[in-house]
């Protein structure tokens, strides 16, 4: 990866000094989005069940695309935080800014910012915060060395004290997008961490499959005290931070309360997929040998058959897959419910990026099965637990929606 990278940087070096533009040099030698996928319009859609069985409204408005929110440790009220990095309180009445860290992030593309943050387990004591997000860099140049980072920061008087902020962990990447970025405490001083592939199209780098690489991975390390370290002992080195690979983009992930790890990996071309395995089975998803339940072909018109993983293939498949017809472009997850709408407990929901759609699974005798609960119309970004346990929809735009049985 380092010697990838330095090809890169040489290569727009020699470039720029020839006169050609660094961002013309960046838009042509380095290809992030995949071809066949555009991104919308970003304007508001608002949120409109298309099933009697639910309605919603407005919960909150914020200034741009919430990424997620937490019930805070201690006090009744919710934490949200924003992808142009900035963190509020919501106790019902009033929405309260904690802090605004956009100074230390990235946001050249529409898959940077501030990405996730998790109290730390011993909040009532370290008044600290853990933050994900892609690091600073200068858009204007076309830069593509923006790497993602884990960080400490206290709170002091209820703010960011942005002085305290500490860099625990950087991982280099070569393309703007698929960032992953969620954070999950494990309450026991024990964290998870999703990071993407490192971007581009059909994983260029063989990330996906490359154990000893952290790209494409659930990470999981132990914090205390401004450090962390891996809870793996295996290897002895930064492979150790590996708890799972060949993921795509896990944009969200949740456990239950039964230890399952859920994956929502979005997927490239043809299909999205929800991955679910014990938080401790180490697994390897499969990508970029495989998109969801089928043999990766990036010349795939999408009407491929699913095939089955052969014994010695060491892979797991996801539990459900759906492919992009109909609108469909990008998984989102999604929580293992066992809050909220009565109608949707002990189920896992996850939604469709571009189409709204929201579905549930369900354990059933004969396996793991998928349902629509309702098309809400939104560009979905995320879910999220108000402070009353309400089920909320991130929009895009800004809207945050509440989900209820009507």
Known sequence: MIILQGKAIVVLLLLVSAGISAQHVYDTYFVEDEPRFQWPEKVEIPCNPDSLDYDCELYLQVSSTPVKSLLHPIREEVWIAELDGKISSWDGVLLTEIGNVSQIISRCHNEQGLLGFEFTHNFAYSREILLTYTEDADCEAGSNLSSVV?????????????????????????NRNHNGGNIHSMSD?????????????????????????PLGT????????????PVLQQYGNDTDYVLHHGLRNPWKFDVDNQGRLWIADVGQYCYEEVNVVDLL????????????????????????????????????????????????????????MDWGPESLQSSYVYGDFCTGTIWNIVETDSGWESSIVTNVGTYITGFGQGINDELLIFSWTGEIYHLYES
């Open 189 to 213: 001083g024990t964290y998870l961490w999703s990071v993407g592939d490192g971007g581009g199209s059909n994983d260029p780098y063989d990330n996906g499959q490359n154990l000893h690489n």
């Open 218 to 229: 659930i990470q999981y390390f132990a914090y205390d005290n401004k450090t962390i370290q």
């Open 281 to 336: 089975d180490q697994s390897n998803f499969g990508w970029s040998v495989r998109e969801g339940m089928h043999v990766f072909d990036p010349n795939d018109d999408c009407t491929s058959s699913p095939e089955p993983l052969a014994d010695n293939d060491n892979m797991t498949d996801p539990i459900i897959e759906y492919p992009h017809t109909g609108g469909n472009c990008s998984i989102t997850g999604g929580f293992w």
């Open 150 to 174: 884990v960080a400490s920061v206290k709170i002091v008087d209820g703010k960011i004290a942005h002085e305290t902020v500490v860099e625990l962990r950087k991982i280099a990447k070569e």
